[in-house]
């Protein structure tokens, strides 16, 4: 069973906005840091954002500081990803990831979800 199911993909236009969540499953997260990776076409796997298990801090990969923001609800054991102005280069699949430290999700999370296709039309 995958533990992290991810929803909110899709196709929007360059400038426009997309929300994805990320859900557990079948067990609880709630003490573990939670984030998101991204792998476009032809590229590798890259750090997008995290969120601290309390969700007082966050970080982001430069590329998309300032116009993603990632938020948590430690009750509902989910996390989700607030995109705005995208452009071409946010096209990849998103990942939902957790682990338990910010340190180790923001290299290798142990825990992925299946990802979800976002694409960006010019």
């Known amino acids: 069973q995958v533990p992290l199911v991810e929803s909110g993909g899709g196709l929007v236009q360059a400038g426009g906005s997309l929300r994805l969540s990320c859900a557990a499953s079948?067990?609880?997260?709630?003490?573990?840091?939670m984030g998101w990776f991204r792998q476009a076409p032809g590229k590798e796997r890259e750090f997008v954002a995290a969120i601290t298990w309390s969700g007082s801090t966050t970080y982001y990969a430069d590329s998309v500081k300032g116009r993603f923001t990632i938020s948590r609800d430690t009750a509902k054991n989910t996390v989700d990803l607030q995109m705005n102005s995208l452009n071409p280069e946010d096209t990849a699949v998103y990942y939902c990831?957790?682990?338990?430290?910010?340190?180790?999700?923001?290299?290798?999370?142990?825990?992925w979800g299946q990802g979800t296709q976002v694409t960006v039309s010019s």
């Open positions: 079948g067990r609880t997260f709630s003490r573990y840091a």
């Open positions: 990831t957790a682990a338990v430290s910010t340190t180790m999700l923001r290299s290798t999370p142990p825990y």
